[in-house]
């Protein structure tokens, strides 16, 4: 609103500072205010000064505070009261100062946050403070947002320190060194990503092909297995058929299909035996995975 005042006429801003203009002469030795028609076209314009600082002011607020100033004539009483409805008196105002110089002390960079985010927080808290009355150098700012950066940042800071001087060093020049870097940060995290992630399918891929292959020698070990064993029946049932009339034969045979049917239960219970056995190596396996990945 200042700046508002000033860029219509400077003089207005004079208005509110200094109260209103009162036309007076000088009668017997002694200052007495003018008669309205002894105004001249100077006092005129001064008067004129106090009724625009007024009117802006008027024009400015809402209804609700527009009732509670309504019934004052100068810019400056009008200009006191929102003073103190907005900012308080002298106490209050320090004690605001109180709570956003906390903020100002422990302000620190986010996780996750980036640098214009962070400096954007800062400047809001600082213009707070600055509003306030509260002001800080330019070398204390630069000071205050290098000391809010994380250990990561250490490397940067210290260069920072020793090759810029500090007491010449803007934020606008600090900020843009500190996003640079930052790009450099993220480029090299994500390089970083992608060797690991590189790295990661490879290992899965080589470890799914020596299971496959494993796998697979398994159950081509069970199929000649189980293929064995069918041509054994076969050639059983077919000797059984030729010694049909031979007794003695017919029992021997029937002892070595009892002996291979016994052989085949063995083998399948032990194929089962495998299944948890299996099971657990995997979670073994994930249980034993490097961190890095």
């Keep these: ?38 105004w001249d076209e100077l006092d005129r314009k001064k008067v004129q000064l106090n009724a625009k600082a007024v009117f802006i002011l008027h024009c400015a607020i809402d209804r609700n505070e527009f009732n509670r100033i309504w019934h004052y004539k100068s810019a400056k009483e009008i200009w006191k009261l929102l003073e103190v409805t907005y900012e308080g008196n002298d106490q209050v105002k320090e004690f605001k100062i109180n709570i956003i110089m906390h903020d100002y002390e422990l302000f620190s ?14 400047i809001v808290i600082v ?64 390089v970083e990503e992608n060797e690991k992630s590189i790295a990661f399918m490879a290992i899965t891929n080589d470890d799914e092909e020596e299971e496959s292959e494993s796998e ?22 077919n000797l059984e058929k030729l010694s049909s009339k031979n007794i003695p034969l017919k029992k021997k045979i029937s002892c070595l299909l009892n002996e291979l049917n016994e052989d085949n239960e063995n083998f399948e219970n032990i194929e089962k035996t495998k299944i948890p056995f299996e099971k657990e190596n995997e979670e073994l396996k994930i249980l034993k995975w490097p961190k890095d990945f």
Excluded: C
């Design 1 to 38: 609103m200042t700046w508002f005042l000033q860029s219509i006429n400077l003089d207005l801003w004079d208005v509110i500072e200094d109260g209103p203009h009162i036309p007076s002469k000088l009668e017997n030795g002694v200052m007495v205010p003018k008669l309205k028609h002894e």
């Design 109 to 122: 960079i986010k996780d996750f946050e980036s640098i214009v985010e962070m400096f954007s927080r800062f």
């Design 127 to 190: 213009n707070e403070l600055e509003a306030l009355g509260k002001t800080y150098t330019e070398v204390k700012k630069v000071m205050k947002i290098l000391k809010s950066l994380p250990r990561k940042w250490e490397t940067k800071v210290m260069a920072i320190q020793e090759a810029k001087d500090l007491t010449k060093l803007s934020l606008e020049e600090l900020i843009g060194s500190l996003m640079t870097y930052e790009i450099e940060l993220y480029n090299h995290q994500r």
């Design 216 to 237: 697979s020698d398994e159950v081509n070990s069970n199929s000649n297995h189980f293929d064995f064993q069918d041509e054994l029946q076969k050639l059983y049932f």
